[in-house]
């Protein structure tokens, strides 16, 4: 019989609490020093419980839905920085905050794109360093615009 599922011995069926996820953990090492637990806490980000979405819009737009405010400030001058020509104008859209880049990142093909492509991964290195993992990658869009992802 698993320990998975512990039943209470309080004569009633309901349950403990489920005990902690046995997978990885960021914490430091326990044979670590004190200084170096501290140096690597600072080092490692602190990661989100939540959900939020970067999706590749047309063939120049980013969206960012879920995003906190101090997040969009630390996103609009990486992707002004990683990309060369810049960004274009910023709206809301659909509760989205869409910054529309000058040329066409995604216009029909990433193969040959090395700008588009170092944009994105300096994109990652920021949302990750701010506490976002990227979970999935999916196309949930019915558009046959060839330039929506």
């Not at 996820?21 to 044979?31: C, H, I, Q, T």
Request: some cysteine; glycine content about 8%; hydrophobic content about 35%.
């Amino acid at each position: 019989m698993s320990d998975v599922f512990n039943y209470s011995e309080k004569g009633d069926s309901s349950l403990d609490p489920p005990p902690p996820f046995p997978g990885p953990s960021l914490s430091p090492m326990p044979n670590t020093s004190g200084a170096s637990q501290s140096t690597l806490a600072k080092l490692l980000p602190t990661f989100h419980g939540g959900f939020a979405c970067v999706t590749l819009n047309m063939y120049d737009r980013i969206r960012f839905l879920g995003f906190s405010a101090e997040d969009m400030a630390a996103i609009r001058p990486v992707v002004k920085d990683s990309w060369p020509r810049g960004i274009n104008s910023e709206k809301t859209y659909g509760g989205a905050e869409e910054l529309m880049l000058h040329g066409s990142p995604w216009g029909t093909t990433l193969r040959d794109n090395d700008d588009a492509k170092n944009l994105i991964r300096r994109l990652m290195e920021c949302l990750f360093a701010r506490g976002w993992v990227l979970q999935a990658a999916v196309d949930v869009s019915q558009k046959s615009n060839k330039g929506e992802f």
